[in-house]
């Protein structure tokens, strides 16, 4: 099990950039696939990027893609989230997870661990 905590987030106006953080504690979190997700209020939870324990692959949604970037420093046991030219419809809570596997195909369906959430808030 891993253990996440998320931070980064805030509030910004439409155009800016945040970047968010996901600290890892716990076992193997370099051997591990690693993503992010969304929830908006009154919407499910959604996939907005995965990314292999190796780094040497990744995935977007469509409706991030070309805007945000996934990474992570296996040796700060760190995720991040690079959040540019953010819109109104980014605004959520900004979750990060922890697949069971190494691909990041796995995130989306696989993810184990979970961390407690960080708010993105997103203005005119």
């Known amino acids: 099990q891993v253990q996440l905590v998320e931070s980064g987030g805030g509030s910004v106006q439409a155009g800016d950039s945040l970047r968010l953080s996901c600290a890892a504690s716990g076992h193997a979190f370099s051997s591990r696939a690693m993503g992010w997700f969304r929830q908006a209020p009154g919407n499910e939870r959604e996939f907005v990027s995965a990314i292999a324990y190796s780094s040497k692959g990744t995935l977007y949604a469509d409706s991030v893609k070309g805007r945000f970037t996934i990474s992570r420093d296996n040796a700060k046991n760190t995720l991040y989230l690079q959040m540019n030219s953010l819109k109104l419809e980014d605004k959520a809570v900004y979750y990060c997870?922890?697949?069971?596997?190494?691909?990041?195909?796995?995130?989306?369906?696989?993810?184990?661990?979970w961390g407690q959430g960080t708010q993105v808030t997103v203005t005119s």
């Open positions: 997870a922890a697949s069971a596997y190494y691909s990041e195909s796995s995130v989306q369906q696989d993810c184990s661990d």
